[in-house]
């Protein structure tokens, strides 16, 4: 048994893998789309986002490439992997996504072979953007001035192609080996990380397209996935998942704030600058979990109901964790 079964997951709700179907349009997500969007749509030359490790930046990459309409758009994603890269790749890679067929070696051949398919493009009415992840990595005056060529690339004053860079805030730094691109940049979009509020309506909204509407987690249990992961997606995700497995190992229904305690400092969480609120507090408002998963398909509550009933039969409490444990193990990983 996993942990899908014990809980009636059809799916893992908490994968770090990118999946579209997971996309939670939290506000600060979805204010960025649309003014990428708007970047697109409006040929504004470049635009740069940024944010942590974690905050979303590769998520958004791929959401916005959904969203731009290929009868419209030529558009692409590219995705930085070292910094050792050289201005012929960098223009090949460009030139080929664009649908340049056999793009040359030679660097200005590649430029012409690119300003000849941006023009065509421009007559069919359609626009070039080029999405490019993890583009701190471009941290050389030689490819920055690429950029800054290529976005020169001009027909009666219509800009020809245009660049969303997605990268860390040291990203940054790199403009400032070419100052001419940086007064380029038409639109900065800061990710930050996702607030209390938010940061439930995600774990909800993760459930939810997983088959889960009923609430896993208490109240108290998804303050302190707040309080410990401060709000970034990527470690809601792996927090929530090793709290998860752990409430499967405890055969807890429902996950408590002990739990994710123990998770947290088992990753070596630590919630940072956050402030207990005294005890006198006002409660803060609690989610509405029919309302806030909304949209999304959930299993039927019986066929829900009937996993959940048939699992908790098996239960034997007097088993002990290190036994489940292994058990786990041999069912998951054993060969035979
Ligand atoms: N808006 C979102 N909706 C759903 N999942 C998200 C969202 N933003 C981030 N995530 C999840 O958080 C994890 C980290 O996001 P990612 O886009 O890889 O961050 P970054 O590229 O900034 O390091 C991913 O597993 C992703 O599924
Ligand atoms: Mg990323």
Redesign the pocket.
């Known amino acids: 048994m996993s942990y899908l079964d014990f809980y009636g997951l059809k799916t893992e709700p ?6 579209e179907r ?5 506000a600060q ?1 979805a204010k960025a789309l649309t003014r990428m969007m708007y970047v697109a749509e409006t040929m504004r030359g470049l635009a740069v986002v940024i ?13 916005m490439l959904d969203n731009l309409p290929v009868e419209a758009y030529e558009s692409a994603l590219l995705i930085i992997l070292h910094s050792e890269i050289s201005p012929e790749w960098l223009l090949q890679k460009i030139a080929t996504q664009l649908g340049v067929e056999r793009p040359a070696k030679e660097r200005i051949q590649v430029i012409g072979q690119l300003y000849r398919r941006l023009l065509h493009l421009h007559e069919i009415g359609k626009k070039a953007v080029v999405l490019i ?2 583009a701190q990595m471009l941290n050389s005056k030689e490819l920055m001035e690429e950029f800054r060529g290529l976005l020169n690339l001009e027909v009666t004053a219509h800009k020809l192609i245009t660049f969303i860079f ?1 990268g ?1 805030p040291e990203i940054e730094e790199n403009f400032n080996l070419d100052p001419p691109l940086l007064q380029r940049v038409s639109m900065k979009i800061r ?1 930050s990380t ?1 607030t209390e509020e938010a940061t439930s309506a ?1 774990i909800v ?2 459930l939810a397209v997983a088959g889960l509407r009923d609430p896993v987690f208490s109240d108290e249990a998804m303050k302190h996935i707040y309080k410990y992961s401060t709000g ?3 470690k ?2 792996i927090l929530c998942d090793n709290a998860l497995f752990q409430g499967f190992l405890m055969r807890e229904r429902t996950i408590d704030m002990n739990i994710v305690e123990e998770m947290a400092s088992d990753l070596g969480f630590r919630a940072e600058g956050m402030i207990t609120p005294p005890e006198t507090a006002v409660d803060l408002p609690t989610v509405d979990w029919v309302q806030e998963s909304g949209g999304i398909e959930s299993p039927a509550e019986s066929d829900f109901r009937d996993v959940v009933m048939d699992q908790s039969d098996g239960v034997d409490e007097s088993e002990d964790l290190e036994e489940r444990f292994e058990e786990f193990f041999k069912d998951t990983f054993s060969d035979e």
Request: proline fraction near 5%.
């Open positions: 908490f994968s770090n893998a990118p999946n997971f996309y939670y349009n939290s997500h944010g942590d490790i974690g905050t979303g930046k590769t998520t958004l990459a791929r959401k992840d993890e997605f860390l990710l996702l995600y909204h993760r970034f997606p990527r809601i995700n």
